[in-house]
């Protein structure tokens, strides 16, 4: 009777021993560096919406698991600086992420003349290099949300660490000459503004890097697809490098991301087959 109870003493020492062990290598070790906010906010650019499983395959994702940052994606499709600004003022989940955040990777301005629903003529305008009232109408209302949005960011976290992305133009021939004047319009606004208010932030050069690159461009023929949000991971870890905000240069990929055909998606196979050829061509891109 008493060896049955020295093997069951036994057996229960061991148990606490384990649970000790293994309870002591999960506590938190309250001298471990704690890790670094990372935060991506503006547009579709930023959301990844050129890879379907934007959550592994974005580059701010690709970003967030080569350097070991906590992660948090805000962006959306077609925001515009309008949205933007009222994103940082008016929602409460927004502000609480730009307080905890130690980097922002912000990506914004192209949208307010795609989506605008004057942009018809607007491109019209610009394809024989004219700035249309409504353009010049646009440019003003996005440099002044710009200044603003920056302002807001700065009055919520001081020592925030802003990466502003220079906008990619995707598009080729008539069409790419008016969207090349858009995107420089607004990346020009971006350069301006740092050299108004020197140190800001620090500028990440999407467009320098992407454009006359179809390669990296999606089938919908706006949006990086996978190797393109590679690249942009690059240059933003090569920048966080520079900074001393980060260790690694090359993404670690953790997800082989999944192209999409947005047309297809949106219009069904015949129908979105029909208007991504007609949308390819005119973009000049491969309509194949």
């Keep these: 009777m008493k060896t049955g109870k020295r093997w069951i ?4 020492a061991l148990v606490m021993l384990f649970t000790f062990t293994f309870s002591a290598a999960g506590a938190q070790d309250p001298e471990a560096p704690a890790k670094t906010n990372y935060l991506l906010m503006g547009d579709s650019i930023a959301e990844g919406f050129g890879v379907r499983n934007s959550d592994e395959a974005s580059y701010g994702a690709i970003v967030a698991h080569t350097d070991g940052f906590n992660y948090n994606n805000i962006a959306r ?12 003022t008016g ?6 992420l730009i307080t905890q955040a130690d980097i922002i990777s912000l990506s914004i301005g192209g949208n307010d003349y ?3 629903e004057g942009v018809v003529g607007i491109a019209a305008g610009l394809v024989f290099g004219i700035e249309t009232p409504r353009f010049k109408e646009l440019t003003a209302q996005m440099k002044v949300n710009f200044e603003k949005i920056i302002g807001e960011i700065y009055a919520l976290n001081p020592d925030v660490v802003i990466l502003a ?3 990619l133009c995707s598009w080729y021939g008539f069409l790419g000459d008016a969207y090349m004047h858009g995107t420089q319009t607004v ?6 503004y740092l050299e108004d208010h020197p140190g ?5 050069d999407v467009a320098g890097a992407l454009n006359g690159h179809k390669e990296y461009i999606a089938r919908d023929t706006v949006h990086p697809n996978t190797q393109g949000n590679i690249v942009i991971a690059r240059l933003v870890l090569e920048k966080l490098k520079e900074l001393g905000l980060g260790e690694k240069t090359e993404p ?20 979105g087959k029909i208007i991504g050829f007609i949308v390819r061509l005119a973009t000049g891109h491969n309509p194949f």
Aim: proline share 0%; net charge negative; charged share 20%.
């Design 9 to 12: 003493s036994a057996i229960l």
């Design 77 to 88: 499709t077609a925001r515009t600086t309008t949205g933007l600004l009222n994103q940082i």
């Design 252 to 271: 670690e990929i953790i997800a082989d991301g999944v192209e999409f055909d947005y047309y297809v998606d949106m219009y069904g196979e015949f129908g």
């Design 187 to 192: 990346n020009d606004m971006i350069y301006g």
């Design 165 to 167: 992305q220079t906008v």
């Design 200 to 204: 800001a932030y620090e500028i990440v």
């Design 114 to 116: 795609f989506t605008d």
């Design 91 to 96: 929602d409460e989940y927004a502000r609480a």
